[in-house]
């Protein structure tokens, strides 16, 4: 295994890091604790050591450039940044989950100033990331890959080459694909058996030993049951991968039906505000919501809400806009029936229940006579 030449020699300066998130921040310490001379960016400053001024002093000072930005224009904006003062003896290494037209781009960018380019998607959030335990799936030429593989086995468990540039993110939207549709239908599943009654710490003690159990649940799934969304991977990245998806499926005449769901759901949570939440946050709209009562609860100010609880529900930016502004008044439930039936004046729960009941027994019978 090629590593590269002591720091202190000239022609090996530092690595540069930019883009100081949840993943670059936690890389640049790996690096350091290596024995690296790392410098970082970030487009608002940060108190961390060696914050430089600009990407194009992290140039100067480094021969090789981590880029850990969140998109595409992001991507493009910074490799572009860099290419005024790119030269042969530089090593770029994309680490943005990207469309792989996109990475082709970028690669494109660098290697016009005779720099070399590494596409280095990576699998593992939060937790990965800060025990230095990523998968990182690489494209590129050999000979750079081996010049850049100690500093991607800084914070790595496994380098997988995938291929050429772009095959690599084509890899990583596929696997985030299947993350995504996993935890919307673990999050459905748990909806199903907590509607049935069924204690759900045992579809927990189930899943466990279940074919359909993987690392994704294992992490994700104590989290959701503790309504935990503090973020690892956030909505808003998820989304967007699941858009870039989506994307590609049009140009390529694919039907990718439950990507699309998936990122229907995604979306739903952006629209509540939760674009910074963890992606599991979609257990939210599925999960009643269990907290301590006291023996002397208050009646609920909207008995009808109550007493359909388990029916189906949905929501709508406009509802949340409103819902919020009526908040301290009246603190009704996040999320509203589809069917709610409030009466006026001293209207109880029973006779709410009647109106309905006798709304469906119209419909019904309207539909078995054909009108």
């Keep these: 295994m090629e590593r590269l030449a002591s720091m202190s020699d000239p022609a090996h300066k530092g690595i540069g890091v930019i883009g100081l998130g949840i993943i670059g921040r936690a890389i640049a310490g790996h690096l350091r604790r290596k ?11 940060q108190p961390v050591p060696n914050f430089v001024g600009s990407p194009g002093e992290l140039v100067e000072l480094c021969n090789y450039i981590q880029i850990f930005v969140s998109d595409d224009e992001a991507l493009l904006q910074t ?35 005779r720099a ?13 990331a800060e025990k230095g335990e990523l998968v990182y799936y690489v494209g590129g030429a050999d000979a750079v890959l081996r010049e850049a593989r100690p500093i991607l086995e800084a914070s790595s468990k496994e380098i997988i080459h995938i291929g050429e ?9 596929a696997t985030n694909m299947i993350t995504a549709a996993s935890v919307q239908a ?27 159990h993987s690392g994704t649940l294992a992490m994700k ?14 909505v ?31 979306f739903e949570q952006m629209q509540w505000g939760h674009g910074d939440n963890d992606y599991s946050v979609v257990a939210r709209k599925y999960l009643q919501e269990v907290g301590p009562k006291s023996h002397e609860e208050p009646p609920p100010e909207h008995p009808d809400q109550e007493s359909i609880a388990n029916e189906p529900i949905i929501a709508s930016p406009e509802s949340h806009t409103e819902q919020s502004k ?45 009108q």
Excluded: C
Aim: proline share 4%.
């Design 35 to 45: 024995g690296f001379s790392v410098f970082v960016w970030n487009r608002s400053p």
């Design 79 to 113: 490799v572009e940044q860099l290419s005024e003062s790119l030269t042969r003896r530089h090593v770029v290494l994309a680490h943005s989950t990207v469309a792989p037209d996109s990475m082709r781009a970028a690669a494109e960018i660098v290697e016009r100033r």
């Design 116 to 128: 070399r380019f590494v596409e280095a998607s990576f699998t593992g959030s939060k937790p990965a």
């Design 165 to 173: 540039i772009g095959q690599a993110s084509a890899i990583k939207i």
């Design 186 to 212: 673990t999050a459905e599943a748990l909806a199903l058996v907590q509607a049935l009654g069924v204690p759900l710490e045992k579809f927990v003690e189930a899943i466990r030993v279940n074919a359909s």
């Design 221 to 234: 799934l104590p989290k959701m049951l503790d309504r935990d969304f503090e973020a690892q991977f956030s």
């Design 236 to 266: 808003k990245h998820m989304l967007k991968d699941m858009q870039i998806a989506n994307q590609i499926a049009l140009s390529h005449y694919l039907d990718l039906g439950v990507t699309s769901a998936a990122r229907d759901q995604l």
């Design 326 to 370: 009526s908040e301290d008044a009246a603190a009704p439930s996040s999320q509203q029936p589809l069917l709610a039936f409030t009466g006026t004046g001293g209207a109880t729960a029973n006779e709410t229940t009647r109106l309905r009941r006798g709304f469906f027994k119209q419909l019904l019978s309207r539909l078995s006579s054909g």
